[in-house]
């Protein structure tokens, strides 16, 4: 036949998964092969820790004592209204920003966030700035969305936002920025100087080129912060920010896809924006959060799952990978480690650590080559059984003798 | 500033939401005017009877008894494979097809499905065969992928797919058609001798532009046929078959946005298709279906809702409604009835109706003008009590004295 039988764009995506799903897959085969206690998988951000013992409650509550038709019926598009109401005043709690609860959009977790912002917000040939490293699939949804992905590399010594080269990078053609803090791959969270910054040169950038640009703050780790108070909000610096959340990581349930999209209480059009969200939900096939977790949400604001754990973990590996000679950010928060490769291809570093059954993620696909990204959500065990594996690792790569 | 401010396709599909929505709110302002009980709202398709009681206690032990970290953790981009592999076994045992575990995608209910499905299948410009009347947000699924729309009336008499007009219908640039049966909204199921002559319509048509062409089987009603055995899969008649289904009818949980895509088991380049689906998903933002749902369906196979009150619906309203005058095909399943509007204008029929407090949809938004639609999910007395209503509105279209 002369025609392709499908996409040739999906199918690219779909035969070549992530690099971090590739290696998560091995980790699959190397366990059956030599036993689950034998491999060091830090591939993939999974939380370990369970969802909070209350949440279990409400969720067994709410399955028994809620009449089932109402429990499980459609909600409107934006999601259930009470659910609504409960998002705008923890926010408001947290933050103190008076968000509306008609600017929140209740979604299918983070990555259905950022698909329906971007559809809402991107014309073709738009540009979207991310800032690198970055999480991978930010491409990808960039593109999907009919936009044109522009990388502004990270300070390359803290891994903060290089704000004048992203005032440079604004142009007429821009139409937002992604900002996730605490950050994935590199765990470093944005300090608020640098925030406070970068709110004042897109303001001043925007005015410049005669086109609004948008702010969209990914923040799926904002509760997973060890060393410091949970980051300010950025609609205080900035009124055309659009929040991106999911309870993936603060509440451990990160297959259930519940998250929401969050529109800054002062945004100019802020209306029209909002229906542009709704009409793009509706068009990616997006018809309402899963409406049992809108109501497990709304019965447990302000709840996290025991993030200790995770702080252990960083402090447990980041020690002991510095001792071994190995150079990375202490990360401020999330669940990863982006540690420099001590051989010239990162991809070489992560086959050597693989001789060790340590797996973790070469950072090409970040877009910051020289790094590997260790993910740290698993369990304390695995970290401590895996501290020797680690300094053998050191000796092949010259660290230590 | 000269540019907008945001996707003005978006904008526009979410300011102006689809004529049901817009009745469903009326009838949400018009139950707070006049009482709950004195509107007979028939607008929306959202199931009136709970899931059956084993589903709610399978929720409640999976919760109660599962790890909870593996309960609500990701699941791989097509689903958990024992979730894949009980759908398999499920659809085998229905159907007599033997769909392969590795060709089902289990996706976040029944529009996610066909989104998925049409952007791994269209490329921009593709033509997607629509028969009218056909459920609104088809259109807006297929322009969203990229392709445009080309609607093929049904036969009016009976609202069969007109099958010598499809295969003309089909061009060089056609890439797939849907097919709804049970039907949203005349809820006509298509009689296996229509399908069959279908089938092989399209294959021969699809031999002389030299391009594969898809049937998109869209099947949430399969279960919901009142008068014959279910219809039999579309499988096996057509090799490029990709059913998408959900369980919002079925089980009664429309909220909760459970549903699979699944390929005939004998496709032509069915591994490249699926690959495709597996890219849309991850492009679209599906990271993955809902982790708990997908453990509930696999604990519930075969099971569905207690759907005999919709045929005594039916049957009440259907029966009532002919001796009253009104003229429409006797639908052999889903819950809505496609009746011919007595006044020649529908919309003015249904300005009419809401004088009695009646609602329903008007016909124009689904393709074929001068009907409307009655969704007759509901409680059996709401139809018992609107039984007068209809026969004062009858009179006011001058069908009776």
């Known amino acids: 036949m002369p025609h392709n039988a499908?996409?040739?764009?999906?199918?690219?995506?779909?035969?070549?998964?992530?690099v971090i799903r590739a290696i998560f897959e091995y980790s699959l085969r190397r366990r059956a092969e030599i036993g689950e206690e034998n491999v060091f998988d830090f591939s993939i951000g999974n939380p370990s820790v369970p969802p909070p013992a209350a949440v279990t409650d409400a969720l067994l509550a709410l399955v028994r004592d809620e009449p089932p038709v109402a429990l499980h019926g459609y909600t409107s598009g934006p999601g259930a209204f009470s659910t609504r109401v409960g998002i705008s005043e923890d926010y408001r709690?947290?933050?103190g920003v008076p968000v509306r609860p008609e600017d929140v959009y209740v979604t299918c977790g983070a990555a259905a966030s950022?698909?329906?912002?971007?559809?809402?917000?991107?014309?073709p040939g738009d540009e979207v700035i991310l800032l690198s490293p970055f999480f991978p699939e930010y491409r990808v949804f960039v593109e999907r969305a009919g936009g044109v992905p522009v990388v502004v590399p990270c300070r390359p010594d803290d891994f903060q936002p290089d704000v004048p080269a992203i005032a440079a990078a604004v142009t007429p053609r821009t139409r937002a920025l992604i900002v996730n803090t605490?950050?994935?791959?590199?765990?470093?969270?944005?300090?608020?100087?640098?925030?406070?910054?970068?709110?004042?040169?897109?303001?001043r950038a925007s005015e410049r080129v005669g086109r609004p640009v948008y702010?969209?703050?990914?923040?799926?780790?904002?509760?997973?912060?060890?060393?410091?108070?949970?980051?300010?909000?950025?609609?205080?610096?900035?009124?055309?920010?659009?929040?991106?959340?999911?309870?993936?990581?603060?509440?451990?349930?990160?297959?259930?896809?519940?998250?929401?999209?969050?529109?800054?209480?002062?945004?100019?059009?802020?209306?029209?924006?909002f229906a542009a969200i709704c009409g793009a939900g509706r068009a990616l096939g997006f018809v309402c959060a899963p409406s049992l977790m809108q109501k497990l949400i709304t019965a447990c604001p302000g709840m996290t799952a025991d993030l200790s754990v995770y702080r252990a973990n960083r402090d447990l590996l980041f020690?002991?990978?510095?001792?071994?000679?190995?150079d990375c950010v202490r990360p401020d928060g999330a669940f990863y480690l982006f540690v420099r490769s001590p051989l010239p291809d990162a991809a070489a570093f992560s086959e050597e650590a693989k001789k060790e059954e340590i797996l973790f993620v070469p950072s090409d696909s970040f877009g910051t080559p020289g790094y590997v990204r260790i993910a740290y959500c698993v369990a304390p065990d695995v970290i401590r059984r895996s501290l020797p594996a680690f300094a053998r690792l050191a000796v092949r790569c010259g660290l230590k003798k």
């Not at 912060?225 to 055309?240: G, H, T």
């Not at 002991?320 to 000679?325: F, H, I, P, S, V």
């Open 6 to 18: 499908y996409n040739p764009a999906m199918y690219a995506l779909g035969a070549s998964p992530s």
């Open 93 to 95: 709690r947290r933050f």
């Open 114 to 123: 950022l698909t329906v912002t971007l559809s809402a917000l991107c014309e």
């Open 182 to 203: 605490p950050n994935n791959p590199t765990g470093v969270a944005y300090t608020p100087a640098v925030m406070a910054g970068l709110a004042d040169a897109l303001a």
């Open 215 to 273: 702010l969209i703050s990914d923040e799926p780790y904002r509760e997973l912060v060890y060393d410091r108070p949970v980051a300010d909000s950025p609609m205080k610096l900035y009124p055309r920010t659009v929040v991106c959340y999911s309870y993936s990581k603060s509440l451990s349930l990160p297959g259930e896809r519940i998250g929401y999209i969050a529109l800054a209480p002062d945004m100019p059009q802020g209306g029209e924006v």
């Open 319 to 326: 020690d002991a990978l510095t001792e071994d000679g190995f």
